[in-house]
């Protein structure tokens, strides 16, 4: 397992962007990706990079967008276009995925990061 650290949540308008950080204890895993918890939906994933590719669940297309630097071990998400329906938690997971969009194949979690969007 490894220690993630978000950054980069808050307040935005609708129509507004917001990129969040993760920053890894070190580089045991093989996926590093992005989920979010709504009230109204459980943990779901959003985006995640395997072994250098990426991989997007439907509600991330188009607007969100995944990039990472190994040299860091960090991961970054970038949301555009951003709607209330986006207003939530969003946790940094990594593992060894074989289903790389399923939360319980990831083993180590961020404490998450708020991310509220005003209409």
């Known amino acids: 397992q490894v220690r993630l650290e978000e950054s980069g949540g808050g307040s935005v308008q609708a129509g507004g962007s917001l990129r969040l950080s993760c920053v890894a204890s070190?580089?045991?895993?093989?996926?590093m990706g992005w989920f979010r918890q709504t009230p109204s939906k459980e943990r779901e994933a959003l985006l995640t990079i395997c072994d250098g590719s990426p991989f997007y669940a439907d509600s991330a297309k188009g607007r969100f967008t995944i990039s990472q630097d190994n040299s860091k071990n960090a991961v970054y998400l970038q949301m555009n276009r951003l709607k209330s329906a986006d207003t939530g938690m969003y946790y940094c997971?990594?593992?060894?995925?074989?289903?790389?969009?399923?939360?319980?194949?990831?083993?180590?979690w961020g404490r998450g990061t708020q991310v509220t969007v005003s209409s």
């Open positions: 997971a990594a593992g060894y995925a074989d289903r790389v969009l399923d939360p319980g194949e990831y083993n180590s």
């Open positions: 070190g580089s045991n895993y093989r996926c």
